[in-house]
């Protein structure tokens, strides 16, 4: 949701992990003790908030990312999200929305539509109140 590249694979086995983050310069952020301790140092931050909005906060403190938030990415995939022309998603939005909104962004990678008012407004807000916590 703050633009940040993220990988997330709940079913994936600590070695496939290890290896992803390895391979591709990621920090593993777990609250597993034992895959923490047995990751290079700098390699993983031990989650220990309890609350997802907590948990963020201390991310967001712990690497200094306040001043880093891009647009938002896809909520479902982590692909960009990229302004697209109204007359070229008419079918694909609920027509109540159609009619009252004006700007319109997909997902370059699943093709989800985004829209303000609902999902955008929320991500928005939330980022904002993030900052303010942080900051
Ligand atoms: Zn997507």
Redesign the pocket.
């Known amino acids: 949701m703050l633009g940040f590249d993220t990988f997330y694979n709940n079913r994936a086995g600590d070695d496939v992990l290890k290896q992803l983050c390895l391979k591709e310069h990621r920090v593993l952020l777990t609250k597993d003790v034992a895959l923490h301790k047995s990751m290079p140092v700098g390699g993983s931050r031990l989650v220990e908030a309890i609350y997802p909005r907590r948990q963020l906060e201390d991310i967001v403190a712990a690497f200094q990312l306040q001043g880093f938030a891009l647009p938002p990415?896809?909520?479902?995939?982590?692909?960009e999200l990229a302004q697209i022309d109204k007359a070229l998603i008419k079918d694909l939005v609920p027509p109540y929305v159609f009619r009252t909104q004006t700007i319109f962004q997909r997902?370059?990678?699943?093709?989800?539509i985004y829209w303000p008012g609902t999902h955008l407004d929320k991500i928005n807000l939330f980022i904002e109140n993030i900052r303010k916590v942080s900051g």
């Open positions: 990415r896809c909520s479902l995939c982590n692909g997902c370059q990678s699943c093709q989800k």
